[in-house]
């Protein structure tokens, strides 16, 4: 099963560009990496998801590397609306079956 | 299109008393999911129901926890008996497919359950 590992927190301005890197250094190589972002009081939300190299939707960019062992959400020009928390999921699948995982999640704070 | 329904919102019950949630998916949607939220942590994944069969319920705590789909649709994810360490959002969410590994889930609101 592929673990996940991502920073407890971050404090960012308004305005600027937010990296969140999760690591998941067992992931299968048929595995998705997907973001979620949750508010308080509420569920998940689908952000974005990747295989490799790049993702770009209208809200984020997901970076993935060759060795895809990490990955790394990208949030352009964050505004105080973005403060939640970001988890990253990823999908070790296999003969048929797979077992979902998220990690602890990242506490993104955006400072006026 | 109305999303995932999840009732009630919040519940308080006593230790080793019974509890029972409810969810209703999109319509529409082959798969569902049940998640324990613990405070300050992930989701971490109950069970997981393909129509109305099981696809993973390896961390279901099988001695208190038991979870239905009946024809495909609702689910009912009840404890019996409750514990203190059972205090957590319980989160559904369904998908369109969910075998596929790029199937998006869509949560509900979850609901809270404290255990005095």
């Known amino acids: 099963l592929a673990k996940t590992t991502q920073p407890i927190s971050m404090d960012s301005y308004e305005g600027q560009e937010v990296n969140i890197t999760c690591s998941h250094n067992n992931i299968a190589t048929n595995d998705y990496i997907t973001w979620y972002q949750q508010f308080p009081s509420q569920g998940p939300r689908f952000i974005i998801q990747g295989y490799k190299t790049k993702v770009t939707n209208e809200v984020a960019s997901l970076f993935i590397p060759a060795d895809r062992k990490s990955s790394t959400l990208s949030l352009p020009r964050v505004s105080l609306s973005d403060t939640a928390v970001y988890y990253c999921?990823?999908?070790?699948?296999?003969?048929?079956?797979?077992?979902?995982?998220f990690g602890k999640g990242t506490k993104l704070s955006v400072i006026p | 299109e109305a999303g995932v329904a999840q009732s009630p919102r919040y519940k308080i019950i006593e230790k080793r008393q019974s509890v029972a949630f409810w969810c209703n998916p999109i319509s529409g949607h082959a798969t569902l999911y049940w998640y324990q939220q613990i405070l300050g942590q992930g989701p971490k994944l109950l069970i997981q129901?393909?129509?109305?069969?099981?696809?993973?319920d390896s961390q279901l705590p099988k001695d208190r926890f038991s979870a239905e789909r009946l024809k495909g649709v609702d689910s009912t994810l009840k404890i019996q008996p409750a514990k203190l360490e059972d205090s957590a959002v319980y989160l559904c969410?369904?998908?369109?497919?969910?075998?596929?590994?790029?199937?998006?889930?869509?949560f509900g609101p979850g609901t809270r359950l404290t255990v005095l």
């Open positions: 129901f393909q129509n109305n069969g099981v696809v993973d």
């Open positions: 969410a369904s998908s369109p497919e969910g075998l596929a590994s790029t199937d998006t889930q869509y």
């Open positions: 999921l990823v999908l070790a699948s296999g003969a048929g079956s797979y077992q979902l995982t």
